[in-house]
């Protein structure tokens, strides 16, 4: 079983629209969480952080459930630039190193 | 201020050939990362280092594959005698002190071995 799943999609959604990703992790000592956009053929970039009790920035929401091991990321009022792939990411520390463990992502269209 | 690069972009290999791949992190990161990122899949972490120290190589695939960071700054990863299913985009990433700080990414090498 992988560490992080995702659903791959693709999701196409209308522009406007409003679409939320999910996430699960394996490992019950994951400390932090992240969700990254990659673009085709670009680097991953950190999108944000997701805390315990919820966060927005702007139109993104992420949210944290750490009983279900959950992570979610709500986009509202899809805009054409959000298309990308967002990858849900963990990290726990072991034996001095705190890698990033990704999921698969999940592929956004957003249409106009 | 510059981010990560590396070099070369792309690389083509023919199977059974060494390659190199150079990173240059961002100015003062402490933390240099590497992860390897098939087609269709997320990175998966390689290897880590503080400064010089190469603290965790577990994810390193077999003995073929070999990093270093000699004088903390500039890393190569080295493929010796690659095969077709080394072909993937790697990756660099930095961080400014500590493993947990936010790691920033470079464009990356994508590699084919035919």
């Known amino acids: 079983r992988k560490e992080v799943e995702q659903d791959p999609g693709p999701f196409n959604v209308p522009e406007g629209a409003t679409v939320a990703f999910n996430c699960t992790y394996s490992?019950?000592?994951?400390?932090?969480f992240f969700w990254y956009r990659q673009d085709c053929r670009k680097e991953p970039k950190l999108l944000m952080s997701v805390y315990s009790s919820g966060n927005e920035d702007g139109r993104f929401t992420a949210q944290l459930n750490r009983a279900s091991q959950y992570i979610s990321l709500l986009i509202r009022d899809s805009k054409l630039s959000d298309s990308a792939t967002y990858l849900c990411?963990?990290?726990?520390?072991?034996?001095?190193?705190?890698?990033?463990?990704f999921g698969k992502g999940t592929r956004l269209s957003v249409i106009a | 201020g510059a981010g990560v690069s590396q070099s070369p972009r792309y690389k083509v290999a023919k199977r059974g050939q060494d390659v190199a791949l150079r990173c240059d992190p961002i100015?003062?990161?402490?933390?240099l990362f590497w992860y390897q990122q098939a087609l269709g899949q997320g990175p998966e972490f390689l290897t880590y280092?503080?400064?010089?120290?190469?603290?965790?190589k577990s994810g390193l695939p077999s003995d073929r594959f070999f990093a270093e960071r000699p004088e903390g700054s500039v890393s190569t990863l080295k493929i010796q005698r690659t095969q077709q299913e080394d072909s993937a985009v790697y990756l660099c990433?930095?961080?400014?002190?500590?493993?947990?700080?936010?790691?920033?990414f470079g464009p990356g090498t994508r590699l084919t071995v035919l």
């Open positions: 100015s003062g990161h402490v933390s």
């Open positions: 490992n019950s000592a994951s400390q932090s």
């Open positions: 990411v963990v990290s726990y520390p072991r034996a001095g190193n705190t890698p990033l463990v």
């Open positions: 990433a930095s961080s400014r002190s500590g493993s947990a700080d936010t790691q920033y």
């Open positions: 280092f503080q400064n010089e120290a190469q603290l965790d």
